[in-house]
């Protein structure tokens, strides 16, 4: 059994000044006061708790890791280099996206068992309500071999929740979506894709419905929304936000293939606020200006794929 995640960092950015990026609140001059300290104890905590995902089940830690709100390149190979990853063979694939907060994502990979044939950024270009560009996160499409078989990744981040100007724009993000699974099923028709993120909307949503209807997707996170649990928590709501979807081919069940099994949301104690108002909630790095130390404000997300057996040969 093989596990496939997806985590929001919440805002892993370096200590240096990058003047291409809306990156000021991240240095040691600011009112956060981000500084190596503060940089080293997020990577620290970030690897132990991806290297934990999963592991219950599977003993290991995860051959795939989906990521969002990464500053660039160096937070990525840092955060592969730091004490809880620094013995798996990880690599990377990244592009820089036009986003205006300068965070991207990215996809994580076990050399071992994931061989990248092709990747791709896939920019949307979006029009704000004064008719003026606007910039969000690239969708980072990862193809490659995963123990041999072709499988597609597809890694977003939609446009924020908490504005309502926004409900237009992941809809336009969902619909690019559905153009590169067209594109890939156009090549392939029995392509397999599996889509992650954080789409800052939960499954009932219209833009989450409209990707999963037009690509007769399976959405198995469908069911883990609850009064008290979910992997987001907003003035003491719970959403999932942070999702997987996947084309229908992963239920086949076909010898010698990777199968969905389950998903989940990977919720230890160790990654929730401990006392206070806010016990339970993810333990993030801030809240606000206020420096908490903790892990992210999301819950990372999971999914085990289970490989079928082929018969024996005569």
């Known amino acids: 059994m093989k596990t496939i995640a997806f985590f929001n960092l919440e805002n892993l950015f370096d200590i240096t000044n990058d003047p291409k ?25 970030l690897g132990l708790a991806i290297s934990s995902i999963g592991k219950t089940e599977t003993e290991t830690h995860p051959a795939i890791v989906g990521v969002a709100e990464v500053e660039n390149a160096k937070v990525l190979q840092d955060l592969i280099d730091s004490e809880h990853l620094k013995d798996i063979p990880y690599d990377f694939v990244h592009y820089d996206s036009a986003d205006e907060r300068g965070i991207d994502v990215a996809f994580i990979y076990d050399k071992t068992q994931f061989t990248v044939t092709d990747s791709a950024p896939y920019s949307i270009t979006l029009i704000d309500e004064n008719g003026l560009v606007d910039y969000t996160r690239d969708i980072l499409r990862v193809s490659g071999f995963f123990d041999g078989e072709l499988i597609h990744f597809l890694v977003n981040h939609w446009p924020s929740k908490h504005e309502e100007s926004n ?24 392509a397999k894709v599996i889509v992650m993120g954080d789409f800052n909307d939960n499954s009932s949503s219209d833009s989450v419905q409209a990707l999963v209807n037009n690509n007769a997707l399976f ?15 907003y003035h003491f709501k719970w ?10 081919n992963f239920l086949d069940h076909r010898p010698g293939t990777h199968n969905f099994d389950s998903a989940n949301i990977f919720d230890p104690d160790f990654l929730k606020q401990y006392r206070g108002r806010f016990k339970g ?3 993030r790095t801030y809240a606000g200006k206020k420096y908490k130390g903790g892990y992210s404000d999301h819950f990372p997300v999971y999914l085990l794929l289970r490989t079928v057996p082929s018969p024996p040969q005569d």
């Open 239 to 248: 959403d999932v936000f942070d999702q997987f979807m996947l084309t229908h």
């Open 167 to 190: 409900i237009p724009k992941r809809m336009e993000v969902s619909n690019k979506a559905t153009e590169i699974i067209e594109g890939l099923k156009a090549e392939d028709p029995n």
């Open 219 to 233: 959405n198995p996170m469908e069911s883990l929304k609850s009064f008290d649990r979910g992997t987001v928590n």
């Open 281 to 283: 909630q993810p333990f």
């Open 21 to 45: 990026t809306n990156d000021d609140d991240f240095l040691s001059t600011s009112e956060k006061r981000w500084n190596l300290r503060r940089y080293e104890n997020k990577l620290f905590k």
